[in-house]
């Protein structure tokens, strides 16, 4: 995966923010608050690398665990020159938000090294990576702590740790890292799962609202590994894709754009600019298109304040991680705009991730078609879960699934007791 991001200075206050609404709302006793607050472990490393021309580099990298009451912790790992440990703090919370609410055994982890990959070569890579995962093996391994790609690391860099840790080990443990290579065994499906993910909640989304998704017109931020998958996967249920973008331009034809020709332009000319048979359209102004569904799929803090109040679409559905803050939130509540929450609308990922690691454990593999009919069953149950909540307690989507997740986790919790 290779999301260009910059990391939001408030992304842990977010976090914090959002899980203390609802701490307030389940009436969580301090204590428990405290403990769901705060990370469990947290490894620093500093380590070095020898470069190509034969000097050293010293880097940093950082693993850490939210909490594993429900289970061992699961959690990307990232390359990013911008790498914070608040930031780390967050997405790891926000992973066990997403384990819980689709409700797979699994605390939250997240992982990653402060460092511009695009600025090493592939050796450089490769030993910075086995290096990091000698470091963080202290933390990572089936039962502990399983990690996954995320911004800048990929299948590639998943077959390095698992290979790194299974030469400490002196055999093959497939199972320590998620999202492999399928011949040292990756799941079948594993790269499309977070779009499959995103297109079973917007049919369950597209059935409470009624609206008919073959026909419906779908704006897509962001046409990457997530956002140009779900363009696709939903082209093929008849909706149309009216607009979609990159990091530097848009596209956008209100009969709906080929996708098969744009992916085609884009490939020949590493770029969407240019593409006839659409109007070139800026972001900003593909966020305000009049349309059924807006998919933001780009990155975190797309929809604030300022630009939600020009949301025409009537479900947005957050396939990217934190694409709008909390006053998006409260003017799609206002204005009556149906938001499918990051934490339920992209949990195929993690949850294919799952299937997985239980694959891995019983050498048993499964063919791609049972892998979605699973997800399928993972993703509607979880959204008929957090859309009931919504229901019955009148709060937004996001409010329900935090209401769904932080329950099951803080219960977890009570059940087990504190030790001693
Ligand atoms: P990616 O790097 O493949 O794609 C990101 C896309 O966004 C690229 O096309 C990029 O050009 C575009 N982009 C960057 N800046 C943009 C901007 N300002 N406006 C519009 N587009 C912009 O990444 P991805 O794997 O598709 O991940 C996208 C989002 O989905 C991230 O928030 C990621 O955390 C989240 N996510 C991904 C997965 C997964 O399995 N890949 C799982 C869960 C969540």
């Not at 699994?106 to 990653?112: F, P, S, V």
């Not at 998620?178 to 011949?183: D, V």
């Not at 894709?241 to 080929?258: E, F, K, M, T």
């Not at 204005?335 to 195929?348: E, H, K, R, S, T």
Request: aromatic share 6%; net charge negative.
């Amino acid at each position: 995966m290779t999301t260009e991001t910059d990391q939001s200075p408030n992304l842990l206050q977010t976090a914090r923010n959002q899980f203390n609404n609802v701490a307030d709302i389940l009436g969580l006793e301090t204590g428990l608050r405290k403990v769901l607050l705060t990370c469990k472990r947290e490894l620093t490393v500093n380590f070095p690398v020898q470069m190509d021309n034969g000097t050293a580099e010293v880097y940093t990298g950082y693993r850490f665990q939210h909490n594993v009451a429900r289970g061992p912790a699961k959690g990307g790992i990232r390359y990013h020159p911008g790498l914070t440990p608040d930031d780390l703090r967050a997405l790891a919370m926000l992973m066990t938000w997403k384990c819980a609410t689709v409700d797979i055994p699994y605390g939250g982890a997240k992982g990653g090294v402060v460092v511009d990959p695009k600025n090493l070569s592939q050796p450089e890579l490769e030993r910075l990576t086995r290096r990091y995962a000698t470091e963080i093996s202290l933390m990572i391994g089936p039962d502990t702590d399983i990690a996954a790609p995320d911004v800048n690391t990929d299948s590639q860099t998943m077959a390095w740790i698992m290979d790194t840790y299974s030469m400490q080990k002196g055999y093959s443990v497939t199972a320590v890292v998620t999202g492999k290579p399928i011949n040292i065994g990756g799941a079948e499906g594993r790269g499309e799962a977070t779009a499959r993910g995103v297109q079973y909640v917007i049919r369950e989304a597209c059935r409470e609202k009624n609206i008919q998704l073959e026909g419906a017109k779908i704006a897509v931020q962001g046409f990457g590994n997530v956002g140009a998958t779900v363009a696709r996967l939903l082209a093929e249920d008849g909706a149309l894709i009216v607009a979609i973008s990159d990091s530097a331009n848009g596209l956008y034809n209100p009969q709906g754009l080929d996708l098969k020709n744009v992916t085609i332009y884009q490939q020949e000319h590493h770029s969407l600019a240019g593409y006839p048979n659409a109007d070139g359209i800026s972001n900003q102004d593909l966020l305000g298109l009049d349309c059924d569904i807006l998919i933001p799929a780009a990155f975190e803090n797309q929809l604030n304040g300022q630009n939600a109040g020009q949301v025409k679409a009537k479900i947005v559905v957050e396939a990217a991680n934190g694409p709008s803050n909390l006053e998006a939130d409260r003017v799609f509540h206002d204005n009556g705009i149906f938001l499918v929450p990051d934490i339920l609308a992209n949990a195929g990922g993690v949850t294919v991730s799952y299937f997985e690691w239980v694959q891995d454990l019983q050498s048993f593999f499964w063919n791609e078609a049972e892998t979605n009919r699973r997800l399928n069953t993972i993703m509607s149950k979880a959204f008929g879960e957090v859309h009931k909540i919504a229901q019955e307690r009148k709060v937004d989507m996001r409010t329900a699934a935090y209401i769904l997740a932080v329950g099951r986790v803080a219960e977890a919790c009570l059940t087990r007791g504190i030790y001693p």
